[in-house]
């Protein structure tokens, strides 16, 4: 195993700036004392020791996605890691050990070759249909086109060296190859609740009866049709991926990476169940709970800190001024407004001019017809900042689970408009919860739009219980940014962590689900059954010959 201390240049360098950074700040203090600087010397050292070279892949190109990942290489950086990022968002003001790989920035419509399609039609679109259409047909594409990146191939050819991978989990499993390239350990990361297939992978229980798939719109899964459905597509996913999808990544590692190999790395299969350390995006306070194995940790909320309300100014005053509050609206960052067929846009447009609070809305175009005075439109909204004023009723939205972990955090009580993905599964736990209410696209009309809307706006059950939400959410032993760098710390710590991993990885599904032996059991049964009726036809039959040698005795008795 090779150690992680990769240049002690590099990490006295880091002391030192941390240093100097600590002094400024105990310059503040009125009372500074030695004894105190020392202490602090000391821990700064003391966390020191450890600086790695760490690779972190967000290849998928969805702002949202990075808006939810960005916080870990830059909290890695700042604990002093040389961090370099293969991404496509720039960071405008990034720390000096932090280096961007740029990928090309591509639409996916463009990878698919087609027009952008207005994102509601999704809506109409089964769990299966999403997977071969947008997930696999898109991600597929998405990957190839960071493969094929110029400055991501400029990378790969240089001489690096690194102590641990993080990727994301999202069907760009090609990139996990580097793992096996720099002979590091792999941390695997999701922006979504929950990840079916990596239970498959790393013998974690599948809890088909309380955990739904990812991606599935079940109202009630614990219903007979709930867990079969949920068990069906379990299936059908991990069937397509691994024999399928699994196979095309294969062939982007032949096509785009073998180049920069020294030797045949093994499967994706296998490097993804050998994976150190999945984090997902879930936690047990709002999600379902759930058993979940040492090496996956949940770390929900990690992209949140309380706000320092950093509005801009004309948004701040528009939020303060709002005497009766205000009404949020935003479905998100890949589906547009300014796209609502114009029945269902009108019905948004009646409504909202009705209301006494003031309405912010992020509508992407500039034009906005017959506009109601108390509506403010913006292309683009801080919506954590936002969701942060106390002034904020409700929230809006298309259910994605970001910004529903944004309003949780704040306490908002959310209306939810489920598109695709996982945004309906998150509005019924929503519901579930009683901190907002679902309003199925099709069912959009000015009667169910303004009755919702008064009914959260009105009646403070939803915002006390948003409010309890938001306390339990944030009520944990650390922070989900520090739990996850603890987790992140420790695989390096551990070289890999392998002594986490479960043994059920090397255990065939037969015997990992126990189906040996409950055919021996059977089988006993069967075959004791069997002898008992046997046995039974035996003794009758005996009987009966008894029976029949008696009646024959008496017979000649009588004679
Ligand atoms: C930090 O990582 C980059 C790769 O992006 C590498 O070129 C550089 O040498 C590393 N710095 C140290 C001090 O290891």
Redesign the pocket.
């Known amino acids: 195993m090779r150690h992680i201390i990769?240049?002690s240049a590099?990490v006295i360098k880091n002391v030192i700036i941390h240093i100097l950074a600590h002094f400024s700040v105990l310059q503040k203090w009125h009372q500074k004392t030695v004894s105190i600087s020392v202490l602090v010397l000391a821990t700064i050292l003391a966390s020191h020791v450890q600086s790695a070279?760490i690779l972190v892949i967000l290849t998928f190109t969805s702002k949202s996605h990075y808006i939810l990942l960005r916080p870990i290489g830059l909290e890695l950086a700042r604990r002093g890691h040389?961090v370099?990022i293969i991404t496509a968002f720039k960071e405008i003001d990034p720390p000096p050990n932090y280096?961007e790989v740029m990928i090309d920035d591509i639409e996916v419509w463009d990878v698919l070759g087609g027009e952008r399609p207005n994102i509601f039609t999704m809506v109409d679109k089964s769990a299966e249909e999403f997977h071969e259409k947008v997930l696999w047909g898109g991600l597929y594409g998405f990957t190839q086109v960071a493969l094929n990146s110029t400055e991501v191939r400029d990378f790969l050819k240089k001489d690096?060296t690194f102590d641990l991978v993080i990727s994301e989990l999202f069907f760009q499993e090609s990139f996990y190859v580097l793992a096996h390239k720099y002979k590091a350990p792999l941390v695997l990361v999701t922006t979504f609740g929950n990840c079916m297939k990596q239970n498959f992978l790393t013998g974690n229980p599948l809890q088909l009866g309380t955990v739904v798939f990812e991606y599935l719109d079940l109202i009630d899964l614990t219903s007979l049709w709930g867990r079969f459905r949920n068990a069906y597509f379990t299936m059908y996913e991990y069937f397509w991926w691994k024999f399928w999808y699994l196979e095309k990544q294969e062939q982007l590692v032949e096509t785009y990476l073998a180049e920069f190999l020294t030797d045949r790395p093994p499967s994706l299969y296998d490097i993804q169940k050998n994976a150190s350390l999945l984090m997902i995006n879930r936690h047990f306070s709002f999600h379902k709970p759930a058993a979940l194995l040492p090496n996956i940790v949940e770390i929900g909320g990690i992209h949140l800190s309380q706000s320092n309300s950093s509005l801009p100014k004309d948004l701040q005053e528009i939020l303060d001024n709002a005497e009766h509050g205000v009404v949020y609206v935003n479905f998100g960052s890949n589906i547009r407004s300014s796209e609502l067929p114009a029945n269902k846009k009108t019905a948004f447009i009646n409504v909202f001019k009705k209301l006494k609070q003031t309405v912010l809305w992020k509508w992407e175009e500039d034009q906005f017809e017959d506009k109601p005075a108390n509506l403010v439109t913006r292309k683009w909204l801080p919506q954590k900042d936002i969701l942060a004023h106390p002034n904020i009723k409700v929230f809006i939205a298309h259910g994605g689970l970001i910004g529903i972990q944004e309003a949780i955090f704040n306490g908002v009580p959310i209306v939810g408009v489920p598109i695709y993905a996982d945004q309906f599964n998150n509005m019924v736990q929503i519901q579930q919860a009683g901190i907002g209410k679902m309003l199925e696209y099709r069912d959009i009309n000015e009667n169910t739009l303004e009755n919702i809307l008064n009914d959260i706006i009105y009646n403070d059950t939803y915002k006390n219980k948003a409010k309890e939400v938001s306390r339990r959410f944030k009520d944990r032993p650390m922070t989900p940014l520090d739990t996850a760098m603890f987790w992140i710390e420790y695989v390096l710590r551990h070289k890999d962590a392998d002594f986490m991993k479960s043994p059920a990885r090397d255990m065939s599904w037969f015997r990992y689900f126990m189906l040996d032996l409950y055919t021996v059991v059977i089988t006993i049964i069967i075959v004791l059954a069997i002898l008992v009726i046997i046995g039974i036809r035996l003794i009758k039959l005996i009987s009966e010959y008894l029976m029949k040698t008696q009646q024959l005795c008496m017979k000649i008795k009588r004679l």
Request: net charge neutral.
């Open positions: 990769p240049n590099f070279n040389n370099t280096q690096n």
